[in-house]
Each structure stands twice: as C-alpha cells, then as structure tokens.
C-alpha cells in the first residue's frame, strides 16, 4: 500500500513532503541576490515572469547606481528601463519601481514597512513578493508564497484543486504550521527547478513520487495537468 493511501489527510502529506524536502534541501536561501530590504522588493518585483537567474544578472548595475530608495525614487525612468530590460516587461517594472520607492521616501523614511497591509499598497507589489520580503527580509511569516513552481506542484501533488494563487495560498495555510510557510514554498521552489519540471517531470527520481498521485500518470494527462494552470501575471 502506497504512503499516498496510508496517510489518509492533507495535511499528513503535506508535513511528510515538507520534512522530505527539507532533507532534500537542508540550505534552501532566497535565489535572489540583494543587500537590504528594498533591494529584496526591487529584486522580487523584477522576477515576475522572469527568472531569478536573470534578475541576478541586471541587479548589480542597478543597485551600483541606485542603492536605495532614494536614489531610485530620483532616477531618471529612461535609465531605469535601460538596467532592467533584459527582465522583461520592464517599462511597466521601471515605473512600479520608482512609485514604490518614492512611496517609501515619502511615507516610510525610505525603508520597506514589514505589515503586509502596508506592503500591498505599493504600486506592483501583491501578495507574492509581499510573502517574499516579509519571510526574507524580517523573518515574518503571515502568508504562504505561492510562484509559479508552488502553484504547479502543489496541484500536482493534491494538495489543493484550485488553479489561483489566493486560493492555492488560503488550501497550504491551512495544511502547514504557520512557522514553516516560507520553509514549504522555498524548497518546493528548488524542487520544482531541479526534478519537478512543468513540462518534463522527473518522477523516477523524485523522493516525492509515492506521495503524489499524479506521479504514476503517463505523460499526456501529467502534461494536461501543468496546462490547466494560468500563466504567472507580471504583478507578484
């Protein structure tokens, strides 16, 4: 009898898989390079629809010249745009960027608040890279992250039916203490890099296989289940 019939909850799969990742990946930092807190919500703004790997090649030019908040909120846009084109969507990035940072100068003293009430009043800040900062920044844990890898494998692993990140969020806080929210999401984001791809998963060789049900499917319906997820939209 398979693990997956044996623990019969959620939330019995859901902590197996957790300490299972957590061996698997005993060092699991943030991917994204950065120095302080408004660096990490710059960076994070820039990941959407884009991958980390990228973003780590165009922060070093920007924060060379725009350190902070301050000297982002007085930079001229057209630079901005020039730094962080290669991340895609970046006219739009450019200016939630220096709205943000001239919100911080103007109301925060220039450093990133740590209330996510606060955070999601930033232009091109949702509750992604709102988790992100608070988990990464001040070790504040009042959500769950859900990205691209989380929401796919997540639903591949049953342990949530729904497609929307909200959603998906509200399923695995209910399933996970609240301490290891971010624990969860930053290793089944390494997971879902190395072994559970969205095209081609590597079931054979994935530690989790006896406690997904999707894991024994053939490929087309395993390829069927990645479609029916909505592709990452640019604010996180």
């Known amino acids: 009898m398979s693990i997956v019939r044996k623990l019969a909850s959620k939330k019995q799969r859901a902590l197996e898989i957790l300490n299972r990742l957590q061996r698997l990946y005993p060092e699991a930092p943030c ?6 807190p408004v660096q ?4 994070t703004i820039l990941s959407a629809q884009c991958t980390d790997e990228r973003v780590n090649q165009v922060t070093p030019e920007l924060f060379r010249r725009f350190p902070d908040a301050v000297a982002i909120a007085n930079a001229d846009l057209a630079e901005l745009e020039a730094i962080i084109r290669p991340t895609g969507f970046y006219r739009n990035k ?3 960027i220096q709205a943000a940072c001239r919100i911080l100068v103007q109301e925060y003293g220039g450093n990133v608040p740590a209330r996510m009430e606060k955070l999601l009043t930033l232009p091109g800040v949702a509750r992604k890279t709102a988790n992100v900062v608070l988990a990464h ?5 009042v959500g769950v992250t859900v990205d691209t890898h989380v929401k796919r494998l997540s639903y591949r692993l049953g342990l949530t039916k729904h497609t929307d990140p909200l959603h998906i969020e509200r399923d695995l806080m209910r399933l ?3 301490e290891d929210w971010e624990n969860w999401s930053i290793r089944l984001i390494y997971h879902g890099r ?11 060789a994935c530690v989790l296989a006896d406690l997904c049900p999707s894991a024994n499917l053939m490929n087309p319906p395993q390829q069927e289940l990645s479609s029916v997820l909505p592709a990452q939209t640019p604010a996180t």
């Open 194 to 204: 190395a072994i559970c791809k969205a095209r081609n998963p590597l079931c054979d």
């Open 137 to 141: 920044a001040y070790d504040i844990h």
């Open 94 to 96: 450019a200016k939630n």
């Open 40 to 43: 990490l919500l710059v960076a």
């Open 176 to 178: 996970l203490p609240q």
């Open 31 to 36: 991917t994204l390079n950065y120095a302080t």
